[in-house]
């Protein structure tokens, strides 16, 4: 039962992400420059939720784990910055 419960948590959580990402992302090419939106969780992992978009107007979304031990994880960690658990922080384009 607690198992359940936590896979209820986990997927509400993915969804209050993806929403909050939506939102983020109106406009974004225009205003800003974000190509997506970075988290963090307890155990340090950073999780990517990215946008794209073609001179046709094709959208394309990724969504990228990043545990600690991962070998880019510390580029990632210096790209999206100072990020605390629970924030869902925009991001830049990465450069070349």
């Known amino acids: ?11 509400f959580m993915l969804i209050l992400l993806a929403s909050c990402n939506a939102l983020l992302h109106k406009g974004y090419e225009q205003e800003i420059g ?41 580029r990632i960690k210096r790209h999206v910055g100072e990020l605390a658990v629970g924030e869902l922080k925009p991001i830049p384009p990465f450069e070349g």
Do not use: C
């Open 34 to 74: 974000w190509i997506g939106t970075a988290s963090i969780n307890d155990d340090g992992e950073i999780t990517l939720m990215l946008r794209s978009k073609d001179k046709n107007g094709k959208i394309a979304h990724g969504y990228f784990s990043y545990p600690t031990d991962h070998e880019d994880y510390q």
């Open 1 to 11: 039962m607690k198992k359940i419960a936590q896979l209820g948590l986990i997927v």
